[in-house]
C-alpha cells in the first residue's frame, strides 16, 4: 500500500523580526501566524521551542550566523518551514554602512572584537561596568551611538578606554560615561590613535585619570583627529 503523500499547508510562517531582550538574554522570534497552524515549531541550530502564538522567546548561543527555521503545525499536518538567517552575535543588521550591526547590550558590544571594521548602531544606553569588559584593540569601523551613553569603569590598562586603540575609525552620535584610569594612555574613546579619526556629534562625560597622557576623546593621537 503506497504512502499517502503529505499535504502541506498552504504557506509557510514568514518571519518578520528577530528582537534581542538584554535583560533575558534571549531572542525574540516573530512571525506571521498560518492558517490551520495549531502550533509552531522554531528551532535555531540545536535549541528547539514551540509555541501556540506568532512569537517565541529562544535562548541562542553566541556565535556565528545561524539559520532559524519555523515551521506551522496542526493534528494532521505541517506547513512548509520558513529559514531566515540571522547572526546572533548582535541584535541585527548585516555590518554595512547601510545595514549596521546592531548594538543591544554588553553581549552585542563585546563581540566587535571578531569584525572591528565593521559597522554598529547602538539601539540604546549600553552599560560596561560591570561585564567583564575589557576595552578591544584594533576598531577601524564605524560607531554610531544613535543618541545613546556607554557607560565604562576601565583601570589598570596602558591604553584605557572605550578602545584601546583604533585606526581609521568613525564615531558619531555617542556620549561615553563612567570613569577610565590608565599607566600609560587613558581618554574617554580611545587610548591610542594609530592613524586618522573621526568624531562627530560625540560627548565625553567620563572621568579620565592616572596616566601621563590623557585626553577626552584620545589620549596618544599619532596622526591627529577630526
Do not use: W
Not at 534581542?20 to 501566524?33: M, T
Not at 509552531?40 to 528547539?48: H, N
Not at 529559514?83 to 563581540?111: C, M, V, W
Amino acid at each position: 500500500v503506497g504512502s499517502e503523500e503529505k499535504k502541506f499547508l498552504m504557506d509557510g510562517p514568514v518571519i518578520t523580526n528577530v528582537i534581542y531582550h538584554e535583560d533575558s538574554n534571549l531572542y525574540e522570534i516573530v512571525y506571521q501566524a498560518v492558517e490551520g497552524a495549531e502550533s509552531y515549531e522554531i528551532q535555531i541550530g540545536t535549541s528547539l521551542e514551540t509555541s501556540t502564538k506568532n512569537t517565541c522567546f529562544i535562548d541562542v548561543k553566541e556565535g556565528a550566523p545561524q539559520s532559524v527555521s519555523v515551521r506551522g503545525l496542526c493534528a494532521s499536518n505541517e506547513s512548509v518551514p520558513s529559514e531566515y538567517a540571522f547572526d546572533f552575535s548582535f541584535g541585527g543588521g548585516t555590518g554595512t554602512e547601510q545595514d549596521p550591526y546592531l548594538i543591544g547590550g554588553a553581549r552585542h558590544f563585546k563581540n566587535i572584537a571578531d569584525k572591528t571594521g565593521a559597522s554598529y548602531k547602538l539601539t540604546k544606553d549600553i552599560d560596561l561596568t560591570n561585564c567583564g569588559y575589557t576595552p578591544l584593540s584594533g576598531f577601524a569601523g564605524i560607531l554610531d551611538g544613535n543618541g545613546h551613553t556607554i557607560k565604562l569603569a576601565v583601570t589598570g590598562l596602558a591604553n584605557a578606554a572605550l578602545f584601546q586603540t583604533a585606526a581609521g575609525a568613525a564615531f558619531q552620535n555617542l556620549t561615553v560615561d563612567g570613569a577610565v584610569s590608565g599607566t600609560t594612555n587613558a581618554a574617554g574613546f580611545v587610548g591610542n590613535a594609530t592613524s586618522s579619526l573621526t568624531f562627530e556629534n560625540c560627548v565625553n562625560k567620563a572621568k579620565v585619570s592616572g596616566a601621563p597622557t590623557v585626553g577626552g576623546f584620545v589620549a596618544d593621537a599619532h596622526t591627529g583627529f577630526t
